[in-house]
Structures are given as structure tokens and as C-alpha cells.
């Protein structure tokens, strides 16, 4: 019953509170994609004290029971108690609700069903050929055990192998080939978790079995984008990856095999369905936090074990304990793409920004990235400015704030 999910939470609110209080009120919402919680205590005539405790496992029990009792999903929460313990529930789910987070105010959706579109459906497909080999890849998979065996002083004990039929029949349920390299680390071991241990081979990643993968990719909907309810959805727009037509601009895609997990909610995959610049089987980050879009890390599992040896031979790893953390070196920002209008070679600054006359090629210093070609800026005389999408600059010549890269 609703009213036994309800006590727990009322008794965390009790046993948080503060000397003195006389009530208390949590506004709160939760659903599958999780919950957030607003509010706080209230000492007789004192402003409101914040501090109230989330009770996440209560919430998220709490909106399971109206789940099924009501079918809302996710529920907005409005409890309010007292020391005595008498509390007072009120339980909805409408069209407009509470937002919680970086964003706080209120939404109206008027269409819960809707869903942003997601461009990366209508790309131009990918026809490169896929970049993986599969001998080296075992080669180097085989290279990258010995290597942490000699760091670890032991080797690490992976499962059995997976046999043809299970890859076969895995490959059937998914209703994807999986990319040859890929496929044959399969046939030396099927995953590296012994029961609920796992090696992390992939940086920090559990390379997932057959079984579990199948199961990320067909039974929690890796072809759609994590859906977290209105909260978070409303600006949640996919930007294209870097290099720039690689990967297809979606949140999820039936392409996208998970065959690594964080255990947060976020995987490695491997790409079937590249856009037109990439290249079958290249190597993916998507999942939770990945709401803007998909990150490109490599063109194959192949070159993605060729860069973990490049890791070790350079010493960038820490060992802890019985297990090898890789270590990626400091890169810098990702560069950025202006879209639409051409930008010319040159663009005049204020005067009062500047006033030399040196040309941007003899100002920069050995340290100092090299200015974008085509947003180069120079100095002249006084003539009024003119506004372009320059990158380089803080603002853009008029004052105004500079377009972003979209």
C-alpha cells in the first residue's frame, strides 16, 4: 500500500531534522530515471532550513507503489510532517510539475508522449571498411594480458571462452553481426567477470559476456536514448561527435552493441551503423551521461588494444591493489566547428581591444595554440567593426556575446 512506502520516508525526515522544528515539507519527484527532492524544516517563526535528507531507496519504492497502483510514471510528491510524526501526502502526476536540479521553476508538457528528434536517424550511412583485424587484435589482446600479468606479478583468470554457437546465437537475438575483432575476443574468453568480479580490461569498463550483452542491448533498449522523464529531456539536445560526421547524432541506436559497462549506467560499444566519415566497428562511449551525444574513442576494438599497449609501454597506469587503472594523458579541447556563413580570413577587432599592428603569425609564442585559419584576427585602423563567428575571441566585435558552435 502507498501508505506503507510512505512511513519510511517520514521517518528520515524525522530523524534528520534539526533542534527545534516544528515542520517540515519535501517536494519531491520520482520515476525510473531516479528522483530529486526540495524543501526543508521550519523552527516556529524562522526562515526554512535546509538540509533535508534523500531518501532515495524509500522515494524510488514510494514511486514504484504508485506505479502500479495509479500507472504514473514518473510521480510528483508533496510530503508534509511533523515531530509527532503525522504527515500529509499529496501524490500526482500532471501536466505540470515541479523541476528540480540546475534548472529549478516549473514545466508543462503538454505531450508526455513526444520526443525530440533525433537527426543522427537520417544520416547518410557510413560505407568505409571496417578498420578492425582480428588476428591482431588477438595478437594484441593476448600482448596487453602478459603485460598486466608482469605489472600485477599474477595473471588474471577470465571465463571460458564463448563457442561459435553462442556468438552465433547472441549475434541472431541482437539481429547485428558483431565486428570480426570483437568476435574473436570472444573465442578466448567470454567477458572478464567471474561471477561478480570483474577485471575492468576495457579502462575501467567490465567487458561484458555475451549473455549481458544481449541483454543491455535488447531488454533495456540501447536502440533509444536513456529516457530520464521532461526534467532533463527538455534541453537535451545531440550535438555531432568529434571528428564530425563519424557518428550518427542520436541518443541510442539499435547499432550500438554495449559490450563494456562503467556500472554507472554508461558502456563502450561498438558501432554498426556508423555516419557517413565512420567506419563499421568503431569504439563508442554512450549511455547516462552522454545526453548531448555519443563520444568517439577509436575506429576498432584493434586500434583500442594498440593504444592500451602505447599506455603501458609509457608507464601511464596505477596499480591498486589487484587491479590496473590506464591512465590517459591530458588532451586538449576538442575543436571547434563553426556551421553555416563563411567566416573570412580576417576579422577586425576594436580599436580599443588592440593596438599594434603585428600580424597574429609573429605574436604567437611556441606555447600558444596556433589561431583557427579561418577566424584569424588582425589589427588596423579604426574603420567600424564588423561582427563575425570568430571562436578565437571572448566576445565578438559589437560587444554582444560570440555565436557558439553548434
Known sequence: MVEQAVRPIVEAI?????????????????????????????????????????PYEELMALAERLREDRGWEPASLEIQCRPSGEYRLVAFNDAISRVTGMSSGFQVVLDPDYRLPQPGRHQEPGTGAPAG???????RFRAYLERRAAILGHSEELPPPATAAAIEEAERRLGRRLPPDLRALYLIADGDGIGYENRYLFQGNAWLSLESMVAECTEWGS???????????????????????????????PGWLRFGSSEDGNFLAVDTAPARDGRPGQIIRTGRDYDEGPTYVADSVTSLLGHYLELLDQGAYEKDGDHLHLLEPDHDPAPQQLIGGDVPDEVRPPSRRSTSTTSPASSTSPRSPPPLASAACTSTAPPPPICHPCANCPSSPCGSPSPQAI
Open 14 to 54: 524525522v530523524a534528520g531534522a534539526p533542534n527545534g522544528w516544528t515542520h517540515a515539507v519535501l517536494h519531491g519527484r520520482a520515476g525510473r530515471g531516479g528522483t530529486g527532492v526540495t524543501g526543508g524544516y521550519s523552527r516556529h517563526e524562522e526562515n526554512w532550513n535546509t538540509g533535508l535528507p534523500n
Open 133 to 139: 583485424d582480428p588476428e591482431l587484435a588477438v595478437a
Open 223 to 253: 536502440g533509444e536514448r536513456p529516457w530520464y522523464g521532461w526534467d532533463l529531456e527538455w534541453e537535451a539536445v545531440v550535438f555531432d561527435a568529434t571528428p564530425a560526421d563519424t557518428v550518427r547524432r542520436c541518443g541510442g541506436h
